[in-house]
């Protein structure tokens, strides 16, 4: 799903510049008076002055403009038509415009303006400077950049070293809205360079100004979109300032609330980005009523994470809700408008209504619209004709959407050969070509710009946090994929299928960043300077491709790039050597077909499977062979296939025991349903041979344990003799995933552990006393970055964990055997313990998945409470925590509810728990996507370490303890994939 960031910084932003000018009535009694209609000069500066001081929290927006209109009128009655103060009126009417989205008429009061002061001859003072900044944002509001950035310096030349006081007073606002005009223009590093300046010009002369609060959260904004490193710190600055300065119900306190949830949902977490949009969104709506712009822009950004969360119905709605606002506000072809109208038809696509996306007031319109109102090389043109070729090739119409990708690289084809714009177009009209016979022409300009965008990957262009590539480049990549299917070229199929795993799975990354960031300066400095060095060579390789052709600077320009990349290598390295665990987070290798056949036996297949709009891609390989194959379906009927399954096994595995139970349910079909998409006749043929099947997945799938797909459809009535009977995959192969092909290894034989080699068990931690359900406190489990400990205590105890550690004790013997339960369980002494002996790691106990419970930002394992939260020991044992330890054991057992699940269907669930235990060190994770029994865990776990001293691997020694459970007439249900289903095995 294609998202603009020029477009939704833009939106959010560029209407505060009215702070600067507008406050407003602190009364209802000052609303209504401001004095008499003036009949005076005199009087008329007091009620200027008056409106000037007003509250925004004290009016409403209508009554304000109400006001100060009269205002007007009343000076233009009373006044010489070119007085000044009619000028500083009209300067404050058209920010008030430009804060009702009507950009066109605020630009008409500034040149009012600009004539009087031209009238008096006034072309250096201040007040004409002002008039130049309140014209060039209007022009910024219209999309006349030229002559709004001509404006900007013409005022800047103005202010700039000018000691004049008003002069001095003005020049934070000059930066505050260049800052603007840059972001809208997508050049968000330097507006944010220039919202620092105002940042630190305005808050050394007045720290509670309204717009040192503005600024923040404008910086942070622009950061974000920048993707640079420091985003979500000036973000959480803006929130506190905008908190300490306005106060926490004030509706620019709400927009800072916005910024950082934009900012978390660029980042992938997902549900703490919610709760903060749902926040902003409230008190909008209690500030602003239902029919403001600002509510509008908060409206529109909810919309879009719900769309990123599958809540695409919900998402539509609140989209539709934006664009009537705007419709009523700005019109129908106001720039806001078109955007929420494109949202809208992004949330009709991803639904599957293709042909409603495809209406003259959808994409078609968004396209048109654009170009009339915006320069033709503005990104957003560029996202509204990716998304009308994207409707138009699922509507199978490719002759018109070649013709429409040729017209964008009409105009993209100019810009330098580095520009994504440009890498994107040449992929997409390539695709469309081969969809239209056009093959070798096609083929050619896909494949030149995979090597660019391989090229930006390495180059950390197109990457966010934790090494992940961007969601706008994922789909470059989607279109290589297809291309690749279409000219049946496999091997480029299993390359870029890799990157696109990546983009899903590499989100734990950024957690280990940031939590080094936070307890090690010389990492975080290290890092910084890291990223400062990899965005300057970014700049200098523009300006080299930029200034080649004509030779400008070209020697020099090449001999700076050098250095840099010299200087990066040397970073990288030092970080390397110094913080190994980071490294191997963020560097994740792609593995050549030849290379992951070489570690492959001959019955032993990897399957890379993931979805996209409308299609789930398979890739077998195997010793000797790759098969590539899709099947049409649409990302909306996968989901709902999953989600029945995860429906059918919702209920309690507590209850499902004993007799005279109801029969639990299970939805077969949609199992067989989805073991015929993802193992079509043409995968099934290549894994003939296989009982050993390595997985790895795009998110969607990463919620879906492979082991419960059945393989032959089943007929009768009766539910139980069906499930009894069933063809499950686990069956025939055994199955685990792979955390990344780049880093799998050759399975090494049955585990044999040497006499040294220890278990050690955490778990059973002291909670409630009895199994009382669990119950989320108002608070949630995760609050002000550390866990909630009285929320934790409330859970229910698990006498079941401290039965099995104690069996796992008796199997390795009280010499080779470490427990840490009940008190001894906590956080401290878990993070004090040397793993390096251990060759089983068991941890049996609550596993809570991020996003579950209130703000908890990743997935984490309960421990025993302390009396006193700190840093080092809250309760819960983080993703990014474990990530920085040293856990290099054989076997890492998370007998704990839903360690392997993500947030929801289509959550990256791997890039959790078992992720971190994988860069901790672990050679394999065993992990679970449901609650499950005390009973059941225990088994599983016993049962696993008892078989893989004779089983060949691992992941047999699971299917086995498995089976055992599935053939087990004397346990309630153990037919059930609800008891045994839920356990995967992740290696490296």
Avoid at 20 to 34: H, N
Avoid at 263 to 268: K, N, P
Avoid at 492 to 502: I, K, N, P, S, T
């Amino acid at each position: 799903m294609i998202i603009s960031k020029a477009c939704k910084i833009f939106t959010l932003l560029w209407l505060i510049l009215i702070a600067q000018t507008i406050p407003a009535f602190s009364t209802e009694t000052e609303k209504r008076l401001c004095g008499p209609k003036a009949l005076t000069a005199g009087d008329l500066t007091l009620r200027f002055d008056c409106a000037r001081e007003m509250d925004a929290d004290g009016v409403k927006f209508d009554d304000r403009y109400a006001v100060i209109q009269g205002i007007l009128q009343n000076a233009r009655e009373i006044l010489p038509q070119n007085d000044v103060t009619i000028a500083r009126i009209l300067l404050l009417m058209s920010f008030l415009d430009l804060d009702k989205g009507n950009a066109k008429q605020g630009k008409h009061y500034t040149e009012e303006a600009l004539n009087i002061f031209a009238a008096h001859k006034d072309h250096t003072s201040p007040h004409y400077a002002h008039a130049l900044l309140a014209r060039a944002s209007a022009e910024t509001g219209l999309g006349d950049f030229a002559p709004a950035e001509k404006d900007f310096l013409a005022a800047r030349k103005i202010l700039e070293n000018n000691s004049d006081p008003e002069a001095v007073k003005l020049l934070p606002t000059l930066y505050f809205q260049l800052g603007i005009h840059k972001a809208s223009r997508g050049l968000f590093a330097e507006g944010a360079a220039f919202m620092g300046k105002a940042y630190d010009a305005i808050i050394k002369t007045n720290p509670d100004d309204f717009l040192v609060a503005n600024a923040a959260l404008a910086e942070a904004g622009m950061l974000s979109s920048a993707r640079a490193p420091e985003a979500e710190e000036k973000a959480r600055r803006a929130v506190e300032t905008a908190r300490r300065i306005m106060g926490p119900t004030h509706t620019e306190f709400a927009t800072s609330l916005e910024v950082l949830g934009i900012e978390l949902q660029r980042q992938g977490r997902m549900r703490e980005a919610g709760d903060i949009l749902i926040k902003a969104v409230a008190i909008k709506k209690a500030n602003l009523g239902m029919s403001n712009m600002r509510l509008g822009y908060a409206l529109h950004n909810l919309a879009t994470l719900k769309n990123d969360l599958g809540e695409v119905d919900a998402g539509l709605a609140l989209m539709e809700d934006a664009r009537t606002i705007f419709l009523n506000t700005v019109g129908p072809d106001n720039f806001i408008t078109i955007n929420s109208q494109m949202g809208i038809a992004r949330s009709h696509e991803a639904m599957g209504h293709d042909e409603i996306a495809l209406k003259e007031k959808e994409r078609r319109h968004v396209v048109k619209a654009f170009e009339k109102i915006l320069e033709k090389n503005h990104r957003d043109i560029y996202f509204a004709r990716m998304g009308l070729i994207q409707s138009l090739i699922g509507a199978k119409d490719y002759r018109e959407a070649m013709a429409q990708a040729e017209l964008g690289w009409q105009v993209v084809s100019t810009l330098p050969d580095d520009h994504i714009h440009r890498t994107y177009f040449q992929i997409l009209l390539g695709y469309t070509k081969i969809l239209n016979g056009l093959t070798r022409e096609g083929w050619s300009m896909v494949t030149t710009g995979l090597h660019r965008l391989k090229f930006e990957v390495t180059q950390v262009r197109i990457l966010e946090k934790g090494g992940k590539i961007s969601r706008f480049y994922s789909g470059a990549f989607k279109y290589v994929l297809a291309a690749a299917y279409e000219m049946d070229k496999p091997d480029v199929g299993f390359d870029v299928a890799q990157y696109l795993m990546e983009t899903e799975l590499a989100g734990a990354a950024g957690a280990v960043t940031q939590r080094l960031s936070e307890k090690d300066p010389a990492f975080a400095k290290k890092h910084k300077t890291l990223s400062d060095k990899r965005a300057a060579l970014r700049e200098d390789t523009a300006t080299y491709q930029k200034n080649i052709a004509d030779g400008t600077d070209k020697e020099t320009i090449l001999a700076e790039l050098e250095q840099h990349a010299i200087t990066i290598k040397t970073l990288e390295n030092d970080l390397e050597k110094a913080y190994p665990r980071w490294s191997q987070s963020e560097n994740l290798p792609i593995a050549s077909r030849k290379e992951a056949q070489n570690k492959l036996a001959r019955n032993e297949t990897i399957l890379l499977t993931l979805n996209t709009l409308h299609y789930v891609y398979s890739i077998a390989l195997t010793k000797d062979r790759i098969a590539f194959d899709r099947t049409k379906i649409h990302q909306v009927d996968v989901r709902a296939k999953i989600r029945n399954i995860r429906r059918s096994l919702s209920q309690n595995p507590l209850l499902i025991q004993g007799k005279g139970k109801k029969d639990p349910d299970f939805d077969l079909k949609s199992s067989y349903d989805l073991y015929q998409i993802i193992f079509s006749r043409k995968i099934r043929k290549a894994t003939g041979k296989t009982n050993h099947l390595f997985v790895i997945s795009n998110a969607t799938f990463s919620s879906l344990p492979f082991s419960l797909l059945v393989t032959k459809k089943t007929a009768g009535r009766n539910m139980t003799k069906k499930l009894k009977k069933a063809k499950w995959l686990i069956r025939d192969m055994a199955i685990q995933r792979l955390a990344s092909i780049g880093t799998f290894r050759a399975v090494s034989g049955r585990d044999t552990p040497k006499k040294q080699q220890m278990f050690i068990g955490i778990g059973a931690p002291s909670l409630l006393k009895d199994n009382a359900a669990v119950s989320e406190t108002s608070d949630g489990y995760y609050r002000n970055g550390q866990a909630n400990r009285d929320a934790l205590r409330s859970l229910s105890a698990l006498p079941g964990a401290q039965a099995e550690l104690d069996q796992l004790h008796d199997f390795y013997g009280k010499e080779k055997s470490q427990l840490f339960t009940g008190k001894t369980a906590t956080e401290r002494a878990i993070k004090q313990i040397d793993f390096d002996n251990a060759h089983l790691v068991v941890f049996a106990t609550h596993g809570l998945i991020s996003g579950q419970f209130g703000t908890l930002t990743e997935p984490a394992l309960v421990l025993t409470p302390p009396d006193k939260v700190t840093g080092q020991d809250d309760g819960l044992l983080t993703a990014s925590e474990i990530s920085l330890m040293s856990i290099p054991a054989e076997w890492v057992i998370l007998s704990a509810c839903n360690t392997a699940a993500g947030n929801s269907v289509g959550a990256a669930g791997f890039t959790g728990l078992g992720r971190a235990f994988i860069y901790a060190g672990a050679k394999a994770v065993l992990l679970s996507h449901w609650p499950i029994r005390d009973d059941i865990a225990g088994r599983i776990s016993t049962g696993s370490i008892a078989y893989a001293r004779t089983a060949k691997d691992k992941a047999e020694a699971l299917r086995l303890a498995i089976l055992d459970i599935m053939k087990d007439r004397t346990l309630d249900y153990g037919y059930h994939p609800l008891l045994w289903a839920p356990f995967e095995l992740l290696e490296r």
